[in-house]
């Protein structure tokens, strides 16, 4: 637990670029932190200019972290600032994966400018939905110029995370359907680049063309619309990494131009107000179950004294 009066403090410490000051706050969303909400208020007063957010996703071993590692290079060629943040909720902080992951990322691990931490989900209120924009917002008032969040896409949680991003960026490899899967997923949805990765094996050609048929039948697009791109990647070899950078700039540009990134982060905000709403209104009114005052009420539900809409107006209403 942090105390409300460290807050400015880490703050302070963070934008001086202090690795340990960061990773403190960011534990502080992780965690669902009690001087959260003192937190977020030290921020909007912090300046910075929000980070350019590029979502990652995709079924596990498909090569999202080797991407994310090889894209890293590219923005420190253009001397960004970047943050990863791995969301996998499926393995826990130190977990086998995830430390994979870190092994892989090394090559930046001496670098000030990039900053890599695993986020996991400790079914805090609210959860990932929460705390990958609030982390967001950190990482803004500590003004780095992209953030790339890698999530492992199969389930609804990973899509609305990615979602969030500016740029959705969803990795297939050849073989073992995943075109369709991807479909059934609804991650085609989401998605305004389609990645190959793997193109260095046999089924490459046939998943470019399977996505290609599938955005031609995928339903008419108002004029103006962003179509998703196709982008052949073999990232172990950092092939294709210039283009999916190009096709990064290219949606980027299309969002400026087009007013839809502005729309982004006011329905990103709405979302993560509406779940901070909803994580307050369930702590409030002893959706837990152990609930004292639920509890009380429950007994005159089940013994008919009371009846259950009439119970449940009167946990809200106060
Ligand atoms: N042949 C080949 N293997 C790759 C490629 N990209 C990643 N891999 C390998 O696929 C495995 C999973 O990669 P990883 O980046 O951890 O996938 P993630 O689970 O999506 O993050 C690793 O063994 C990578 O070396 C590629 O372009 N070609
Ligand atoms: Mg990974």
């Known amino acids: 637990m942090t105390e409300t009066a460290d807050v400015e403090g880490l703050v302070k410490a963070a934008r001086?670029?202090?690795?340990?000051?960061?990773?403190?706050?960011?534990?502080?969303?992780?965690?669902d932190d009690p001087?959260?909400?003192?937190?977020?208020?030290?921020?909007?007063?912090?300046?910075?200019?929000?980070?350019y957010v590029i979502g990652l996703t995709g079924a596990p071993g498909v090569g999202k972290s080797t991407t994310t590692s090889a894209l890293i290079a590219l923005w420190r060629e253009r001397e960004q600032r970047v943050a990863v943040l791995a969301v996998d909720p499926s393995s826990p902080f130190t977990?086998?994966?995830?430390?994979?992951?870190?092994?892989?990322?090394?090559?930046?691990?001496?670098?000030?400018?990039?900053?890599?931490?695993?986020?996991?989900?400790?079914?805090?209120?609210?959860?990932?939905?929460?705390?990958?924009?609030?982390?967001?917002?950190?990482l803004e008032a500590t003004g780095?110029?992209?953030?790339?969040?890698?999530?492992?896409?199969?389930?609804?949680?990973?899509?609305?995370?990615?979602?969030?991003?500016?740029?959705?960026?969803?990795?297939?490899?050849?073989?073992?359907?995943?075109?369709?899967?991807?479909?059934?997923?609804?991650?085609?949805?989401?998605?305004?680049?389609?990645v190959v990765n793997k193109c260095d094996r046999d089924g490459a050609?046939?998943?470019?063309?399977?996505?290609?048929?599938?955005?031609a039948t995928g339903g008419d697009r108002e004029p103006g619309q962003w179509r998703p791109v196709v982008v052949r990647t073999t990232a172990t070899a950092a092939g294709?990494?210039?283009?999916?950078?190009?096709?990064?700039?290219?949606?980027?540009?299309?969002?400026?131009?087009?007013?839809?990134?502005?729309?982004?982060?006011?329905?990103?905000?709405?979302?993560e107000i509406r779940s901070i709403a909803v994580a307050m209104l369930s702590a409030r009114v002893g959706l837990r179950g152990d609930d004292p005052r639920l509890l009380e009420?429950?007994?005159?539900v089940a013994a008919g004294h009371v009846d259950s809409y009439a119970a449940a107006r009167e946990i809200v209403a106060d």
Do not use: C, Y
């Open 144 to 194: 780095f110029d992209v953030v790339m969040v890698e999530t492992v896409g199969v389930g609804q949680a990973e899509v609305d995370i990615a979602a969030t991003a500016d740029t959705t960026v969803v990795l297939l490899a050849p073989g073992m359907g995943d075109g369709i899967q991807a479909a059934k997923a609804g991650l085609l949805e989401v998605a305004d680049l389609l």
């Open 297 to 300: 009420l429950a007994t005159e």
């Open 35 to 51: 001087a959260l909400p003192a937190l977020m208020s030290a921020l909007l007063g912090a300046g910075g200019q929000p980070p």
């Open 205 to 215: 050609d046939a998943a470019v063309r399977e996505l290609h048929n599938m955005i």
């Open 16 to 31: 001086a670029h202090d690795a340990r000051a960061l990773g403190k706050l960011l534990s502080m969303v992780e965690d």
């Open 95 to 138: 977990g086998g994966a995830l430390l994979g992951d870190r092994v892989r990322m090394q090559t930046h691990a001496t670098d000030t400018d990039v900053f890599i931490r695993s986020m996991a989900s400790r079914g805090q209120l609210g959860g990932m939905a929460v705390s990958t924009p609030q982390a967001v917002r950190v």
């Open 240 to 271: 294709g990494i210039d283009e999916l950078v190009e096709a990064i700039d290219k949606h980027r540009a299309w969002l400026m131009s087009s007013g839809e990134g502005e729309q982004r982060r006011i329905r990103r905000a709405a979302q």
